[in-house]
């Protein structure tokens, strides 16, 4: 994909209609300006970044592995039927970056260095999380260099080195002189402190989610807990890495709202048994807020609750419990609304103070790190209080008491409440899971291969038109198939 940058409004064309679904090859780097303003480049990374995360979390492939949805009709995703998965996307979102960044260097712009290189951390995270090895030293070097086929950089090279730009750039928003242009900042209006806060808790995700495998990933996380005032970290909602949308366009409105609608048709689209089973379960507020009653028990033939999730990967999924009025969807009065004055709590989420709680808890769970003032149980509880509160939740008298919900020290309950928080919330769902095996759902009889996915299979034209490299690449890094490890998993 060529991207101009010769007016605004085709700038703004490419906003609206950028492709947001799975990545396609990465082969050419796009055009860069001679003068571009740096502000407005920033706003075309940050809204881009933010909305195919969100996309993708509502309406692709991390939203079946996590076992939020079912689909009843066209049913690949639900099957785990996936095949290669293309990445442009994504690496256009990074080429666009590399602008923004070079444009930022040039005039001496430091905030918005550091502005780039959170985004660069953000975006090649989420594409080495999707993958494992990936091009990355080499990529977006066709202007430069000439390289027209990157190769591929193992996992383990590349993480370390993400880790090293958010340090980097927490170190120069110190001060943030001169200031961030607030209008052209859609996600925390020119408040440098917000983007500290967004780096340095965007780390303590990255290195809880390698922990297994990088020895210095609790001592690193202790020492951003140690000193907020060089790192400062998410204190509440209100520090939320996320944007409303304006709901005004299909471009600017939430996936499943009608006017976007990508693909979230709500006759194919319903709860899956797994998330309505467990807040069920937990007599969880949470529940009447996001899924819509059967509309009759009568003629019910399996389930006769209020609230009927169908289970994945099944024989005549649409059929389940007697057909459609007997299953649940998604609310319509809270999903199916564009966003903006529609329902201000549908937004485009990075990342959020509940999933930053959650994180902190598995660690001191763990017995690997210590916060002043907190425990793993408190942060625990405050990661639920606050997903409730962010929905307008109100837990129900005595449902901290519940054996399900009252702290118990085990993972298990901890990365259950933290997947249900995780609702439509990035990936953050299906990598959890696949990182600690929880929550343990039934995939289903008809579900493809070795039960959830691992990962996503390279696009079809690596193998193809980047040949050498690409095979280079899976020699070391194994099986291009959605099983195989890859390296923070093994």
């Known amino acids: 994909m060529k991207l101009k940058y010769k007016t605004i409004l085709v700038l703004l064309m490419t906003v609206l209609g950028a492709c947001t679904k799975d990545f396609e090859e990465i082969n050419t780097n796009p055009n860069s300006p001679e003068t571009t303003n740096t502000e407005f480049l920033m706003s075309e990374v940050v809204l881009s970044t ?12 991390p939203a079946s592995a996590a076992r939020y ?27 666009v970056n590399k602008t923004f960044l070079e444009t930022a260097q040039k005039r001496s712009e430091n905030q918005y260095v550091a502005i780039s290189k959170i985004m660069k951390a953000f975006n090649f995270g989420y594409l080495t999380d999707l993958y494992g090895d990936v091009p990355y030293s080499q990529a977006l070097k066709s202007k430069e ?20 730009e958010l340090r980097e750039a927490n ?12 209008k052209g900042d859609v996600l925390f209006k020119g408040k440098a402190l917000q983007w500290r806060k967004f780096a340095n808790t965007l780390r303590l995700r990255m290195l809880l989610r390698i922990s297994k495998v990088y020895g210095p990933a609790f001592t690193e996380m202790q ?30 409105s939430w996936p499943a709202g009608p006017l976007a609608m990508i693909d979230f048709d709500y006759q194919k689209t319903k709860v899956s048994k797994e998330l309505v ?24 033939t399996v389930d006769q609750n209020k609230y009927v999730g169908v289970p994945n990967a099944i024989d005549a999924p649409s059929a389940y419990n007697g057909g459609e009025d007997h299953v649940s969807v998604f609310s319509n009065s809270f999903f199916r609304k564009n966003g903006g004055a529609s329902n201000p709590a549908l937004k485009a989420s990075l990342m959020t103070y509940t999933e930053m709680c959650f994180i902190l808890a598995e660690a001191m769970q763990k017995g690997k790190l210590s916060m002043p003032g907190e425990t793993a149980e408190s942060m625990y509880y405050k990661g ?30 901890l990365i259950t409440q933290k997947w249900m928080a995780m609702l439509f919330k990035g990936a953050e769902g299906w990598f959890d899971q696949r990182r600690t095996g929880l929550p343990a759902f039934v995939t289903g009889p008809l579900a493809a291969g070795r039960g959830i996915p691992k990962r996503y299979i390279y696009p079809d034209s690596e193998s193809a038109k980047n040949k050498v490299n690409y095979q280079k690449a899976v020699s070391v890094f194994g099986a291009d198939n959605q099983y195989t490890l890859m390296w923070y998993l093994k």
């Open 171 to 182: 170190d120069l928003l110190k001060g943030a002189n001169p200031e961030i242009n607030a």
């Open 223 to 252: 020492a951003i807990i140690n000193d907020k005032s060089s790192f400062p970290i998410f204190e509440s909602s209100a520090d939320n890495a996320e944007m409303v949308y304006l709901g005004t366009t299909a471009g600017y």
């Open 384 to 413: 639920i209080k606050e997903s409730m509160s962010s929905y307008g939740a109100v837990a129900p008298a005595g449902y901290f008491d519940q054996t399900l919900v009252k702290y118990d020290g085990s993972l298990e309950q």
């Open 69 to 95: 949805l079912t689909l009843v009709r066209n049913t690949g995703y639900d099957l785990l039927d996936w095949g290669p998965v293309d990445w442009n996307d994504i690496y256009s979102r990074l080429s």
């Open 277 to 300: 089973d467990r807040l069920t379960q937990r007599n969880d507020p949470r529940l009447a807020i996001w899924v819509e009653p059967v509309k009759s028990t009568a003629g019910s």
């Open 145 to 164: 260099s000439n390289i027209i086929y990157p190769e591929y950089d193992q996992q383990q090279s590349i993480y370390p080195d993400l880790l090293r």
């Open 50 to 61: 933010a909305y195919a995360y969100q996309e993708n979390a509502v309406d692709r492939r």
